[in-house]
């Protein structure tokens, strides 16, 4: 077959790592709760003949329960990466993040993040019946290329 192969024998994920390790201690805003958290992301990928890439990112966010549903806060957190020359050192950066849940089913969250690579920002959607769930996500949030390769097969010319 001429062109892009998509069969099993096409798919090769030797010399590709991808690891997340994540530590989270949260209290829920009863009125005043607050969240800390601590992620490294490793990432190495042949594709690219790349080395080892790391993400670290520490966030402190503080949140303030106006009602029995309906909470705000600031976050504020500082991030280092491996894959630029310019960012070995801990960036700074702030946020805010919003929280809805006007009743057991339907739940409506969000924050948005000055980041260094530009803002950050996801806002998600949840409503559930019992018989058929909606989920809306969107977001805009760090990546890489070799963390794409490791998101798709990768294709091979035949």
Same mark, same amino acid.
């Given at each position: $077959?001429?062109?892009?192969?998509? *069969?099993?024998?096409?798919?090769?994920?030797?010399?590709? +790592?991808? #690891?997340? @390790?994540?530590?989270?201690?949260?209290?829920?805003?009863?009125?005043?709760?607050?969240?800390?958290?601590? &992620?490294?992301?490793?990432?190495?990928?042949?594709?690219?003949? &790349?080395?080892?890439?790391?993400?670290?990112?520490?966030?402190? !966010?503080?949140? +303030?329960?106006?009602?029995? @549903?309906?909470?705000?806060? *600031?976050?504020?957190?500082?991030?280092?990466?491996?894959?630029?020359?310019?960012?070995?050192?801990?960036?700074?950066?702030?946020?805010?993040? $919003?929280?809805?849940?006007?009743?057991?089913?339907?739940?409506?969250?969000?924050?948005?993040?000055?980041?260094? %690579?530009?803002?950050?920002? &996801? %806002? #998600?959607?949840?409503?559930?019946?019992?018989? $058929?769930?909606?989920?809306?996500?969107? !977001?805009?949030?760090?990546?890489?290329?070799?963390?794409?390769?490791?998101?798709?097969?990768?294709?091979?010319? !035949?």
């Amino acid at each position: $077959m001429d062109g892009y192969s998509l *069969g099993e024998e096409s798919l090769n994920f030797q010399g590709q +790592y991808s #690891a997340t @390790n994540t530590v989270l201690v949260e209290r829920s805003p009863r009125p005043l709760g607050g969240a800390f958290s601590f &992620q490294q992301q490793l990432l190495s990928s042949s594709v690219e003949d &790349q080395g080892l890439l790391k993400t670290e990112t520490a966030r402190f !966010s503080l949140r +303030y329960a106006l009602t029995n @549903n309906f909470a705000i806060g *600031g976050r504020i957190g500082a991030e280092r990466y491996n894959y630029t020359l310019t960012a070995n050192d801990w960036q700074r950066f702030y946020g805010a993040e $919003m929280s809805w849940r006007p009743n057991d089913r339907t739940v409506l969250e969000g924050y948005w993040e000055d980041r260094v %690579f530009g803002n950050s920002w &996801q %806002f #998600a959607f949840n409503y559930r019946r019992p018989l $058929m769930a909606f989920n809306v996500v969107s !977001s805009r949030l760090l990546s890489n290329t070799p963390q794409q390769f490791l998101t798709f097969p990768n294709f091979q010319v !035949s």
